[in-house]
């Protein structure tokens, strides 16, 4: 991460991280040191050979360290972030130097384009006619060394290396056409008249067209990266933090566990926390894809990268550095990038061997053209297999899948879904089933007591009391509802003297001496409670959607609690857009039927499965998988995680900063169900893209090739001429780019 | 003459299938405790087959001087690991493979291409 000057200069005793461009080996390390250490103040110097970096940690001006380290010998500035911004400059210079080659090749080329096509150097049979040619034929070695040098020995290396690429079949075409042609004005005399015949406008134009379809490539290449870009640009530079009473600026590297730091309105937050003074709105959008701002008040967490939109406050900082929720989505997002869905594999395998077998398409096509082709044979042999070399183009193959998967993931991350495993893209592509669990998924996940009913011989509030003197003691969401209602009405608990949970069903404890039973209908039946009136009044709050819990003391009815959990807002509307995309979405639960029914109707389900216990969710995902469905399975993430990682695409939802759920392929940082219909949306639009793209890449090698090998020419006469050869291959990889490109504006 | 040129073609491609496909003596190292430095350079992995030992913590130090964009990324699809690089500035990648097998480390084209064994 990058540091300011000014904010290095003023602070004493703190490190400051330089980067020395030319240290080279290690005996620089050692004078980079000692010049550094003999700089009055300074107390520790660490020079790291890998990134080329110098920490040094003392009371020194960094103006004062940099010339210093130039009277040594090196050259050294404010360490940047390495990995980005400096990445940046270098793509810029070569695109540029790209640029700058292309020109001067084009001019060349154009030069012998002209003198070639309007006759104007003489015979290259005479003297003079050997001599202005010589001279063309030393241009076009120019250019092919200066702009194509790299591909000469690219494939040189290569070949050494037992490898081909790209490389390889450039250098070989354009050097073919070089060679041939001096030949010819070397040794005129030694080809017959009608084949005597120069390339040097070829090889040239070829080497023109490549590079500048590089360059564009390249710039179409930075766009995909985008949406990393933008998140890295999140990330503040400075933090306003509290040090002995007042408040200073620092880099956000300087910012330690604790520290006490404060935000203005419309800053960012640098790093995450736990807000301890004041309260605001903060505009989490760019993080969480939550379009509304987010209200926060003392005791609640922030998170760096977002934007403070109202009060001034102070937060604690929590997570630094690589912990903050934004360094692991930059992260995790990065990672995907560069995963590889299935559907790549068999490009891969294409690509492996593509090179080598282009070679023997260009021999074969030689001697088909030597054996059965027109005179002049060694015209037609040449035209034909350079064309062949330069018009395939393993590039547009090799692009096809990752170049789609780079702008997916990032367009995925803009939404606040973010992809944790490379074929996850491609599988939410693919899923014919959305299993979405109830409790926290469909609803908000904040269960509320909506319904208190005694029976005659007790009241509501020693109802209250005893059940939450009970589930006092549980972890269950539900129990958390009850305990909250005894706090409103101020209901004082009584302490219990056993508890045992009795999963899925309820709990049981002892009360003064008696049992006390807290459950589902099941558990009281099992436990031969008589539940007489109450079950009339509990099914007509599971028709109203509320989750009823039986309460039995000794053996006898106490009474019941109806509990309702409000339905998220949107879920509604989620679940139609999944329905929209031809989806079967499916409510799984642990309620009974009549709640679950309920609840199913409300949000518009397509099924339901009810009274599912925890530890059989996954089960049930298993059996629709059995039924031949592709299924992707939402949840919390936490008490789900078997079946999350059961399904085919396991979705975590509402996670808000905790993005690290490991049981889940993909992460939604927002509450909303929408968040499930963006992947979705999204993994199907970057599939057809890359269907779109590996189409294209072998439609046009298996037609380009052949065409190139003169397959048309019995029938047709038509021969590619290798300069439209070389820019149609400058052309397929970079329709590739720019069709991947295009999901950039994709909206799910 | 005929037949010359046609035993040389026939020759060439008997040459290309051996050269590239069944010749294997590509440059290989053994990580043996510290760094393994590989360059990335004119569309190779240098060295490009690596050995390294099972449940062993390796540090792969991957030096790009190509700035060609295709050496940009290096992806070990079967080990779900990827690493971006930075022309000039070495990127250390310490993982430890915990399966015996080969995996493939190609660039995001799969034109560079190297093989790391584990054992």
Redesign the interface.
């Given at each position: 991460m990058s540091k300011t000057a000014d904010s290095m200069n003023n602070k004493s005793g703190t490190s400051k991280r330089l980067y020395v461009?030319d240290i080279s080996c290690a005996g620089c390390v050692d004078t980079i040191e000692t010049a550094l250490k003999s700089v009055p103040g300074v107390d520790e110097v660490q020079v790291n050979f890998?990134?080329?970096s110098v920490v040094v940690s003392g009371d020194v001006p960094v103006d004062i360290l940099i010339q210093a380290i130039s009277k040594s010998g090196y050259t050294a500035s404010i360490a940047e972030d390495?990995?980005d911004s400096?990445?940046e400059n270098?793509?810029l210079a070569?695109y540029k130097?790209l640029l700058k080659k292309t020109v001067i090749a084009g001019i060349i080329s154009l030069a012998i384009v002209a003198v070639t096509m309007l006759g104007l150097l003489p015979e290259i049979t005479s003297f003079k006619g050997q001599v202005s040619w010589g001279i063309v034929s030393l241009l076009a070695l120019f250019v092919l060394t200066y702009a194509g040098g790299?591909f000469f020995?690219?494939?040189?290396?290569?070949?050494k290396?037992?490898?081909?690429?790209?490389?390889t079949l450039i250098a070989i075409g354009t050097g073919v056409a070089w060679v041939y042609s001096s030949f010819v004005v070397i040794f005129p005399d030694a080809v017959s008249e009608i084949a005597r015949h120069v390339y040097f406008d070829t090889a040239t134009l070829i080497i023109t067209f490549i590079n500048l379809g590089?360059a564009l490539?390249?710039r179409a290449?930075g766009k995909t990266s985008e949406a990393i870009k933008r998140l890295i640009g999140l990330q503040p530079k400075t933090a306003r933090v509290l040090r002995e009473g007042s408040e200073v600026d620092i880099p956000i590297e300087q910012v330690q566990m604790d520290d006490i730091v404060r935000v203005r309105p419309g800053e960012k937050i640098p790093v995450d926390g736990e807000l301890t003074e004041g309260s605001s709105h903060v505009d989490e959008s760019m993080l969480t894809g939550e379009p509304v701002p987010v209200s926060k008040k003392v005791g609640d967490e922030v998170v760096g990268g977002s934007v403070n939109k109202s009060g001034s406050f102070l937060f604690k900082a929590t997570r630094i550095g690589e912990d903050t929720a934004l360094s692991q989505i930059i992260e995790m997002v990065?990672?995907a990038q560069?995963?590889?869905p299935e559907i790549g594999r068999l490009a891969?395998k294409v690509?492996?061997?593509f090179?080598?077998t282009v070679?023997?398409i260009a021999?074969?096509t030689?001697?088909a053209w030597?054996?059965f082709g027109p005179s002049p044979q060694l015209t037609y042999m040449l035209v034909t297999t350079m064309a062949v070399l330069i018009i395939a183009c393993?590039?547009a193959?090799?692009?096809a899948t990752?170049?789609s998967v780079m702008v997916g993931v990032g367009k995925a991350a803009e939404y606040g879904v973010l992809i944790r495993?490379?074929d996850a893209l491609q599988q939410s592509g693919e899923i014919s089933t959305v299993v979405l669990d109830k409790t926290g998924t469909i609803t908000e996940g904040k269960p509320v007591v909506t319904a208190l009913e005694p029976t005659s011989s007790w009241s509501e509030e020693k109802l209250l009391m005893i059940a939450a003197s009970v589930e006092t003691n549980s972890e269950h969401p539900l129990a958390e509802a009850v305990v909250e209602a005894s706090k409103e009405k101020n209901v004082e608990l009584k302490s219990i003297e056993s508890f045992e949970a009795v999963s899925g069903h309820g709990v049981r404890a002892v009360y003064q001496q008696k049992t006390v039973l807290l459950g589902n209908r099941k558990l009281m039946q099992d436990s031969g409670v008589k539940l007489g009136s109450l079950l009339e009044m509990s099914e007509k709050l599971s028709k109203m959607g509320q989750t009823v819990i039986f309460v039995s003391v000794d053996g006898e009815a106490a009474g019941l609690l109806g509990i309702s959990d409000p339905i998220k807002v949107d879920s509604k509307e989620a679940i139609k857009r999944l329905q929209d995309l031809g989806i079967k979405v499916v409510m799984l639960t642990g309620d009974n039927r009549a709640t679950a029914q309920t609840v199913a109707g409300l949000v518009g389900v397509d099924d339901f499965i009810a009274e599912v216990l925890p530890q059989d969710k996954a089960d049930q995902i298993t059996k629709l998988q059995e039924k031949g469905e592709k299924v992707a399975m939402v949840g919390d993430g936490i008490n789900d995680a078997p079946a999350l990682a059961g399904s085919d695409v396991g979705f975590a939802v509402g996670t808000g900063t905790d993005v690290a759920i490991e049981s889940a392929d993909i992460t939604l940082m927002r509450g909303s169900l929408h968040g499930v219909a963006d992947a979705i949306a999204i993994s199907k639009a970057t599939l057809r893209n890359i269907k779109e793209n590996l189409v294209g890449a072998f439609g046009y090698n298996s037609l380009a090739i052949p065409i190139a090998a003169g397959i048309l020419f019995p029938f047709t006469g038509l021969l590619l001429n290798p300069i439209i050869a070389g820019a149609a291959m400058a052309l397929s990889s970079l329709t590739v780019v720019t069709n991947a490109n295009r999901l950039r504006w994709f909206k799910p | 003459m005929?037949i010359i040129?046609?035993l040389t073609?026939l020759v060439?491609?008997a040459f290309?299938?051996w050269?590239?496909?069944i010749?294997?003596?590509?440059?290989e190292a053994r990580v043996e405790g510290s760094v393994l430095d590989i360059v990335v350079?004119?569309?190779?992995y240098?060295p490009?087959v690596i050995h390294a030992k099972a449940g062993e913590s390796v540090t792969l130090?991957f030096i790009r001087k190509?700035?060609?964009?295709?050496a940009?990324?290096v992806?070990f699809?079967g080990l779900?690991i990827?690493?971006?690089l930075?022309?000039?500035?070495?990127y250390?990648l310490t993982f430890t493979p915990e399966k015996k097998g080969e995996y493939e480390f190609?660039c995001?084209?799969?034109?560079?291409?190297g093989k790391l064994i584990v054992e």
């Open positions: 461009s890998a990134d080329r390495k990995t400096e990445r270098k793509d070569h130097e790299r020995v690219g494939a040189l290396k290569s070949f290396n037992h490898n081909a690429n790209m490389d590089s490539e390249m290449r990065r990672k560069n995963a590889k891969d690509s492996s061997i090179v080598p070679l023997i021999v074969l030689m001697l030597f054996n393993p590039c193959l090799g692009l990752p170049i495993r490379g | 005929e040129i046609n073609g060439l491609i290309i299938v050269w590239f496909w010749f294997k003596n590509r440059s350079d004119s569309g190779i240098e490009s130090r190509d700035s060609n964009p295709c940009e990324k992806l699809s779900d990827s690493a971006d930075v022309v000039g500035t070495p250390d190609t995001q084209m799969a034109m560079y291409r």
